[in-house]
């Protein structure tokens, strides 16, 4: 019973990170349906800001908080950055072309962004301080519950709550949830779409930079190549969902966390990779519009 | 030309990126022996290269911007200068001629080590050319094609090590089974929207090369397999350079008989189906044509030539593992279609010599090749979706009635 | 009188909670121009796509009788290609060429239903594929020639005029030898010499014997044209008849104008 009270917790940690990862794919794709392939590697620069300053600080010898402050602030300023700097370059200038052309130029963007870490960092695998400490009310069930998996999952709860309240009830959410809608007539009633696409991107890469964060400091190792398979995995959790659905994103994130969780404890983990690969292929299929999505009519 | 307040705004888009590109590009830390490294040299370069940049982008809209717009009538002046070289007759066979004496004389010309490296372009060209029938002529953006590869790779290195057959009877079984891949995919999976079946190709290519890590008893995982026979001649055993100049012969013919399939493909009833099917869906099935046949048919004869590659990898190399199999491959073989142009022979050609061999001869730039690549997917499609050979339809004369 | 080449009954489809068409009945004889009209949204563009298999209706039937048959064949259900392999070819109202494409290639893919060769012929280039071939391009030429489009036969189609790629848009229709043409609003955004030279070409088409069915908003063209009309609303016929019962149908007069014009 412990074991699997370990692999549900486990799975949930797994899930919530997804979960962060799946919401920028989840939203630009709802906002001007496009795969944002680069996802995944701003991801990755968040998790490499935060290693960079979270080291530079420690040997500075800054107490553990400011550096967990500190570099969580500065993952997601970065990111973001990172995330608007691409929609202006390359995405922004192929809006009225063929569906096909901002994948590739997407896909490009990652490579490219890939390599780029690997120049001006290293290909090898980098140790990440241990940012959060075990806690010790945490003792008594340290042998289920990590005390990462618990901030992790209370961390997420937290942004997600904020999240839903921006998209809910503030002026730029409900400008997003109309842009979703229907771009043209938004741009009429003088939303400026192009600061809300940026304002998606920055959202989501901040997101994604926060995930990554606590992904580095929980697995203890990050390298330049992290970003391609979490990309892949939250955005096949956002596939299963329904892509463009928010609250699809995160059900979608912890249905493919825990199910990779219990197959890894009680199955093997050789194939744990596959799995999240054959259960993207399967739903593309078989549903493609997700467990939340809305079935897409093409106009004639 | 460059007004003050072009240039204040490059300043400023030159100052943006220094910061952005402040902690990965100045930084750099050793957490074991805490030590901190600050490039600030990086953070010059990445400003004044910005900056360079920024105006040679501004000069091009600038020059496209002051340029006639092009008149119905003009069309054909902007044909590119190879296409229209070749299309003369006489022209045509002195230049194809000249190429095949030059390709003949080559090997004798140069080093193995080069030969050897002309092969490996070759075969990229012969990768894209294939790619392109998916890709560039059906428009089914293909994100899995390296998984064909490996089926053609691994037939040929599991039948010879296995049963020991040789390679040229496995170069139709490597093909037919990459096809039949193709086909078992293609199927479920053609169904689905564009930018969906770029994800599930990519999916089942990682698949395909995880299936090969992991399943030891099958494929002797990560370690892959050695020893795998060159191809013979005639029975008999060639020495090292013999069995490269042979390769190289090989791939040479190879080339040329793809290039006269893919040209025939091109402009028959099939090709022009593919290209509508690219065009519109929706107009093309409410022409009659059937789309998942049609589809289809690009799909598996793409797989096909990617596995018949992968037994000529797998019969050069002579050693294979999953990690000759990555995304990254498929990546490079779709920057050589984007770069060359989608649809173009000419195009897919000169942009497999160009991004196989610049980073071989420019040593230097080896290391910023990957950089390079997804540089130029991003740059091809913002500043010429039409690649660098745009690709010409055929021209019919009627006699008027 | 034989069967018409055309018989729709009962057509109805529904999008989630909304009847975009409601029981609808319409028939086309051979050799006819039949038109179909409506206000805005009234269903009729909805109608042609579930006739030509892109939608597939909730209920009701849609049976084709081609010449020399004796029985109809039902069209409900089947893949658009094949509706048009059957025998039933379309325009679209918000032109679909090949734009990529030659004027001439766009033509030629209209052939491709009614040719054969695939990988081996396309390779080979057989007798039989170049005679397929020779065909192909003959037939397409000739009807370039009919809509006054043959000078224009290698130019890219999205080169061409608005009018002119409405034009190519029929004669890649009628490369496919329907026995039903169907047009979705033909003039529309036509001048008016466009829309006399379209109504003149319309005419000689039929004369070669050929059915079609229209949807068209521009009523000179209509009036012109049909040997019947039929009018929609809110998914729904509302009238039925020659030009000259629907011009007086008060129905029809309320529909277009939104009022009651008996009071």
Known sequence: MDYFIELFCSGLSRGAIYALIALGYTMVYGIIGLINFAHGEIYMIGAFTSFIVATVLSILGFPLLAIVALSGVAAAVWASAYGYTIEKIAYKPLRHAPRLSPLISAIGMSIFLQNYVLLAQTSDFLPFPELIPDFEFMEPIAHIVGSSDIVIFITTAVVMAVLTYVIKFTRIGKAMRATAQDRTMAMLVGINVNNIISATFIIGSALAAIGGLLIASHIGQINFYIGFLAGIKAFTAAVLGGIGSIPGAVLGSFILGLTESFATGYVSSDYEDVFAFSLLVLILLFKPSGLLGKAETQKV | ?401 | MSNPILQVSGLTMDFGGIRALNKLDLDVHAGEIVALIGPNGAGKTTFFNCVTGIYTPTAGDVLMTRPGDKKPISLKGLKPNYVTQKGLARTFQNIRLFSKMTVLENVMIGRHCRTKAFILGAVLRNASTRREEQQIAEMSYSLLEKVKLADLANELAENLSYGAQRRLEIARALATEPHLLLLDEPAAGMNPQETQALIELIREISSDGQAILLIEHDMKLVMALSDRIYVMDYGKKIAEGNPEQIRTNPEVIKAYLGEDVDA
């Not at chain 2, 070759?122 to 790619?131: A, F, S």
């Not at chain 2, 564009?194 to 008893?217: H, P, Q």
């Not at chain 2, 869906?281 to 046949?293: H, L, N, R, T, V």
């Open chain 2, 1 to 401: 030309m460059f007004s003050l307040k072009t240039l204040r705004t490059g300043v400023l888009i030159s100052l943006w990126f220094v910061f952005l590109t402040f902690p990965l590009m100045v930084i750099k830390v050793d957490p074991l022996e805490r030590i901190i490294q600050w490039r600030w040299k990086n953070a010059l370069l990445v400003g004044i290269g910005t900056f360079l940049i920024y105006l040679v982008v501004q000069y091009l809209n600038y020059r496209k911007e002051h340029q006639p717009p092009a008149k119905v009538e003009d069309t054909k002046d902007q044909v590119s200068f190879i296409h229209k070289f070749i299309a003369d007759p006489i022209q045509r066979k002195l230049l194809f001629g000249g190429l095949l004496v030059i390709a003949a004389i080559f090997p004798f010309v140069v080093s193995t080590y080069q030969t050897n490296i002309m092969i490996t372009a070759l075969m990229y060209v012969v990768l894209g050319l294939g790619l392109n029938i998916v890709v560039g002529m059906a428009g089914l953006l293909d994100l899995g094609f390296v998984a064909f590869y490996a089926v053609g790779a691994y037939s040929y290195a599991l039948l010879n090590h296995h049963f020991g057959l040789g390679f040229w009877e496995v170069l139709p079984i490597g093909g037919g089974l990459a096809a039949i891949a193709g086909i078992l995919l293609g199927f479920p999976v053609l169904r689905l929207r564009g930018d969906y079946l770029a994800i599930v190709t990519l999916g089942f290519g990682e698949i395909i090369r995880l299936v090969l890590e992991n399943w030891s008893e099958f494929s002797k995982g990560p370690s892959g397999i050695s020893n795998i026979s060159r191809p013979g001649f005639l029975g008999m055993e060639l020495s090292l350079e013999g069995s490269i100049l042979y390769m190289y012969y090989i791939m040479i013919a190879f080339m040329i008989f793809t290039i006269f399939v893919v040209n025939r493909l091109q402009d028959s009833r099939l090709g022009r189906a593919w290209i509508a099917l690219r065009e519109d869906e929706i107009a093309c099935q409410a022409m009659g044509i059937d789309k998942q046949k049609t589809k289809l048919a690009a799909f598996s004869l793409g797989a096909f030539w990617a596995g018949l590659m992968g037994v000529i990898f797998a019969a050069k190399t002579t050693f294979i593992n999953p990690a000759s199999f990555t995304f990254l491959e498929s990546a490079i073989i779709l920057s050589i279609v984007v770069l060359g142009g989608m649809g173009s022979i000419v195009g897919v050609i000169i942009g497999a010599l160009v991004l196989i061999l610049l980073p071989e001869y420019l040593r230097a730039l080896s290391e910023y090749r990957m950089l390079a690549f997804g540089a130029i997917l991003v740059a091809m499609m913002i500043f010429r979706p039409q690649g660098m050979i745009a690709t010409v339809r055929r021209t019919y004369r009627f006699q008027k009635k």
